[in-house]
T-cell receptor, first 115, second 110 residues
Framework: GAVVSQHPSWVICKSGTSVKIECRSLDFQATTMFWYRQFPKQSLMLMATSNEGSKATYEQGVEKDKFLINHASLTLSTLTVTSAHPEDSSFYIC???????????FGAGTRLSVL | QKEVEQDPGPLSVPEGAIVSLNCTYSNSAFQYFMWYRQYSRKGPELLMYTYSSGNKEDGRFTAQVDKSSKYISLFIRDSQPSDSATYLCAMSDSGYALNFGKGTSLLVTP
């Protein structure tokens, strides 16, 4: 149990375009979902936290207008990287929690390459 | 000082060895302690979850929490090449969000 599906696993896009990443909890209802960014050989950096039906809470330094988060249902959250630039290239990982976040189950991650 | 400290390694051991992975922390309010395993280019996988102090065993894995020393450990017995991955410790206080260590890279050689 506790499966989180994240798509796509890898996306390449041109600079200036927008990219949407989906995160779904397949066998539980996710009260809270999290979005992380991970640089090579670094730990996970929390970008934002979202609860179903409410606005996401962004961590300091994360541009909310660039990284749009929608938590439309208890099983789906999306991250849209708007007007992507090469510096946005990174590994983005979502996680879902049946509670407030103590136990988090992670997706497989999305590798974004912006040309 | 970061709230969670973890030696990044790399740690290289021969197959069959006992592996010890550790984290220290500074926030005495942390009560929930997790270990995640992350293979290259994959998302973290929850291995062990412990509340408060004590030991927890699951197969070849044992997690220990010493709150008095603010020190947690993960032991892997009879290590296998398939255990080669990055191990992340994570902890939380009130149940909201996780504080991650940087991860320790482990290589188990045949």
């Amino acid at each position: 149990g506790a499966v989180v599906s994240q798509h796509p696993s890898w996306v390449i896009c041109k600079s200036g375009t927008s990219v949407k990443i989906e995160c779904r909890s397949l066998d539980f209802q996710a009260t809270t979902m999290f979005w992380y960014r991970q640089f090579p050989k670094q730990s996970l950096m929390l970008m934002a936290t979202s609860n179903e039906g409410s606005k996401a809470t962004y961590e300091q330094g994360v541009e909310k207008d660039k990284f749009l988060i929608n938590h439309a249902s208890l099983t789906l959250s999306t991250l849209t990287v708007t007007s992507a630039h090469p510096e946005d290239s990174s590994f983005y990982i979502c996680s879902a929690s049946p509670g407030q976040g103590t136990i988090q189950y992670f997706g497989a991650g999305t590798r974004l390459s912006v040309l | 000082q970061k709230e969670v400290e973890q030696d990044p390694g790399p740690l290289s051991v021969p197959e069959g060895a006992i592996v010890s992975l550790n984290c220290t922390y500074s926030n005495s309010a942390f009560q929930y302690f997790m270990w995640y395993r992350q293979y290259s280019r994959k998302g973290p996988e929850l291995l062990m979850y412990t509340y408060s102090s004590g030991n927890k065993e699951d197969g070849r894995f044992t997690a220990q929490v010493d709150k008095s020393s603010k020190y947690i450990s993960l032991f892997i017995r009879d290590s296998q090449p398939s255990d080669s991955a990055t191990y992340l410790c994570a902890m939380s206080d009130s149940g909201y969000a996780l504080n991650f260590g940087k991860g320790t890279s482990l290589l188990v050689t045949p």
